[in-house]
Structure formats: C-alpha cells, structure tokens
C-alpha cells in the first residue's frame, strides 16, 4: 500500500472538525444503546470535508466505516476526526483502526481513549504502528460527558445512576398525610420543569420508581419527548412484597416494558403479574428490602447504560446512604409545604456535597445539577 500523503491543520481547524464529530455523536443517543455514542468527520488531504458519520446500533457500521463510505477515494492522505478511540477488536463489525488503515488515513485526532479497561489504548497503538501519528485530548470534556453512562457500564458492569428529584424550598416532596388523596398525582414544579424531565426519560435505557410512590400518584413513567429511540423505555418497579394495584397506570398500560423487582416468595401473585405480561424477578432480600447493588447488576446485565430515578424519600435516601448516585438534578419549586409534608431525604449516614453544581431555570423553578461519581477514571489509551 503507497504511504498516504501528510496532511496538516490549523488548531482552529481541528477543533471546528472534532466540534462536528461531537455532534454527530449526539445523535446516537437513545440510538446506539449499549454501544457508546460515537461521531466521525473525515477531511481529504486539502482538509476539506470528504465524509462523516455517527453510529446507530440497527445499522451495524461504526462512525468510522460510515465516515470512510462517504468519502470514499478522497479519504486516502486525509484525517479522521473521532469522539472515540477507534476500535480494535472484531465485535458486530471489524475494527474500525484497521479500516482507517486501509483507506490510507493519514492522520487521526481523537477526543479520548475507549474506558474499557481491556481495550483501552489498543486501538491507537495498532494505528501508530502503521505510521499514522494519533492525537488524543482534543475536545476531551465533552466526549467523556457524552459517554458518561457507557464508561460506567463498560467499567462497572452497572448503569450510570441518574436520579431525579422535585422538591419545594423547605426540602419536600409531597403534602402532609391526608391532604393529598391517594393515586392522583400532586405537582411540586411547574410544567416547564416537567417538560424538562422527558428528555431526561428519552436519553435513559430505564426509569426507576419505587411501589409506594405507585401507589401514591400512579405514574406513567413514559418517555413523552416524541423523539425517536431504539427501544422501548424499560419501566423498574422495586416491590418488595408485590403490593402494586394490579388497576394502577403502569401494569394496565404495560407493552412488555415493565420490570418488577421483588423479595417476595408469593408465586400466585407473581404469576398473576406475569399473566399481564410483567416481568418479575426475585432478588435475595437484605434487611427485607431488594439489594440495589444486586438490582443494579441485573440491569447491566441487560444492556441497560442509563437508569433515571424518580422515587420517594426512602429510595432517594438509600441510593444515596449506597454511594449508588452518579448524578443528582433537584428541580427546585418556590413553594413551602412545611414540616409535616414527605421530605425529599431521610437520615444520611454521612453529609453530601454537590461540587460544580450547575444551574438551570425552567419557568418559576430551578434545577441544581451536579456530578457525583465521574466514571471516567485515567485517561485512557492517551
């Protein structure tokens, strides 16, 4: 094969071409799940724009093999702009380095190194071997935070842990007892926050509430954004005892996206459940409860990357007392309910602090967001 022909850029070049590969990147989301979000902007030799692409788990190529097909010819001597290490293993597909290769690439700027720790630098050392010089660290920030959830899962055999909560100024969730009747749902923000929250549902493999907060608004827990994703949302009830109505939204309404973890031995309930096309599964019981650690497992095991968590203070309080949050959004209502009203938290064993909070306004409320566990650790294969 004749060496491809070096191609340089300008730093402001090279951060506009990573910028669009970013992009491209994004729309992957809810797309590409379990695989990560990856963009691709292929430049010819003259560093004008030959071909791009993005990957989408139903079309099998990866963002590399389809940036290569759009360019065809002119790839030969150009540069490859990717949000991801370039794979090196052969999966679904080739490894995608190999095929940079072959189209002669001849220079690769990469975002950041693949988090799997198996795999991690393999990729651009197959590509330095044959000549190719391999930048990494462009854009850096940004590549990590979209494939926050994929290093998560990839490293930690579990989803990354979004939870989500709305609360009123004094810290509570819901009316005092009795003020708010049972299976009606009590609004603490307003309809922009609400708004707000299906994107969160459209990014998320999963949604997670516990049985009492079932019983006490009925949710839906549905991804309403009306944007397009590769699977259904999957709907997690954590029933201890399999006390959920059987009338209540989420069994009548369910379409084989319902998931039900319980301790519960009581098979005649369970088969009832499952005769209305819910799935249960039993998880072995600590302090009577099902083990998040366990619950979370099963769900990696699944292929689910993501799992946002609208629930009550008691599972609020145990996510958080199990170190088992990686990022907390409070949407923030003025509003006081006072002290007899349900708070959002229970005893914490320890204080916690959200550093680099961010802020957000929707409508007359705010929502505070923060990283608690980034799951990215060393910079990977730079």
Not at 128 to 149: D, K, M, S, T, Y
Not at 182 to 210: F, N
Not at 226 to 239: A, K, M, S
């Amino acid at each position: 094969m004749a060496e491809a022909p070096r191609t340089t850029a300008s730093p402001e070049q090279d951060a506009l071409w990573m910028a669009r590969a970013l992009d491209l990147a994004r729309r992957g989301t809810s797309l590409c799940s379990p695989n990560p979000m990856v963009g691709c902007v292929i430049t010819d030799s003259s560093g004008a724009l030959a071909g791009e692409g993005w990957h989408e788990y139903e079309k099998l190529d990866h963002a590399e093999v389809m940036a290569l097909k759009a360019a065809g010819d002119r790839a030969h001597g150009g540069t490859a702009y990717v949000t991801l290490e370039p794979c090196n293993h052969t999966g679904r597909t080739g490894p995608c380095s190999l095929a940079l290769i072959h189209a002669g690439i001849a220079r690769v700027v990469a975002a950041t190194g693949d988090p799997n720790p198996l795999v991690s630098g393999a990729g651009f050392t197959t590509l330095r071997r044959a000549g190719i010089p391999v930048e990494v660290g462009l854009c850096q920030p940004e590549a990590r935070a979209i494939n926050q959830a994929f290093a998560c899962w990839i490293t930690q055999k579990r989803p990354f842990v979004d939870m989500k909560v709305a609360m009123t100024m004094d810290g509570r969730i819901a009316p005092p007892p009795g003020v708010h009747h049972k299976r009606e749902p009590y609004w603490i923000t307003s309809e922009a926050s609400r708004a707000a929250v299906q994107p969160l549902r459209w990014q998320a493999d999963a949604v997670l509430t516990g049985v009492d907060t079932v019983i006490a608004d009925d949710p839906q827990l549905t991804d309403r954004s009306g944007t397009p994703r590769r699977r259904p949302l999957l709907r997690v009830i954590l029933d201890s005892e399999l006390r959920i109505p059987l009338d209540s939204k989420i069994i009548t309404q369910a379409q084989g996206d319902v998931l039900i973890y319980t301790v519960s031995d009581n098979t005649a309930r369970r088969r009832n459940l499952e005769d209305r096309g819910i799935r249960v599964e039993v998880l072995p019981a600590e302090a009577g409860k099902v083990p998040l650690a366990k619950m979370l497992a099963s769900l990696g095991e699944k292929g689910i990357l993501r799992l946002l968590t609208e629930t009550g203070s008691r599972l609020n309080t145990a996510f958080l007392a199990a170190n088992l949050v990686d990022r907390i959004r409070i949407f923030w209502s003025p509003q006081l309910l006072g002290s007899d009203a349900v708070p959002a938290f229970r005893t914490l064993p320890t204080p916690i602090r959200l550093d680099r909070a961010e802020l957000e306004r929707y409508g007359n409320d705010f929502c505070i967001g923060a990283l608690l566990h980034d799951p990215w650790h060393a910079d990977p294969g730079a």
